[in-house]
């Protein structure tokens, strides 16, 4: 029993094969995947795969290299599309310094609106940072203290300080298919000290595909590596692991439910 918490399964990446795609999950015992949002327009895709596969559920947001297309995004924006029992979470949002897709004052700018919408729904936000450690702790810490909200720091592959300050105000940690790289040594570390309630693992498919299937077209099956590498990291059993970190999914994602849990 598995949760990938974390893939993109209404990217074109899977438009032929989606059918195999669910029974490669199924078959490898992930029993419940997270769609998270890519932009709000794609939400109805989404939620199309959500319909036809009840263990998937869904997030809608704008991720920050989108974020010049939504600089006139609105709080109602997000929250008017949170209706749909399937939605469990805004995101994904963030800021991305690396690519730099957008203009950093639009990725600021639509990521405090995703907060915001964060906080009105009382859904989980999910964060996306790379290369963007500080200007990410100043607006999650600034938000936190006008009124508390849950989330994940996803894909974590920042500094022990970010990690840090994620904890401190309740948030959890999901781990990919990069602890699974050889140049990873730096992360492992930081992953081996975060507390075990408060990690989660997924995939990022159809990105970031763990060794041994580095260079493949990532997808939810692909978590059993991330688990297993993950399970080695904390020195516990695998079973130990699939079950704590799907436990720590459904405390975050409340509004996802765990009657598929298991089978």
Known sequence: MLVDSHCHLDFDDFENDIDEIMKNAKDSGVTTMLNAGNNIDDLENQLKISEKYPFVFSATGVKPNNASDYKDLKVEDLTSRTNNKNIVAIGECGLDYYYNNS??????KVFKVQIKAAQETNLPLIVHT????????KILGDAYKEKPFTGVIHCFS????L???ALSIGFYISVSGMITFNKAQELRDIIKDIPMEKLLIETDSPFLAPVPMR???NQPAYVTHTAEKLAEIKNMSFDDLAYITSD?????FTRASNKNRGK
Not at 103 to 108: R, T
Not at 158 to 161: G, N, V, Y
């Open 158 to 161: 920042s500094s022990k300080k």
């Open 248 to 252: 720590n999914f459904y405390d975050l």
């Open 130 to 137: 790379r290369d963007a450690d500080e200007d990410t702790i």
């Open 103 to 108: 203009p950093k004052e639009d990725q600021i």
């Open 163 to 165: 990690a840090e300050f």
């Open 215 to 217: 260079g493949k077209r």
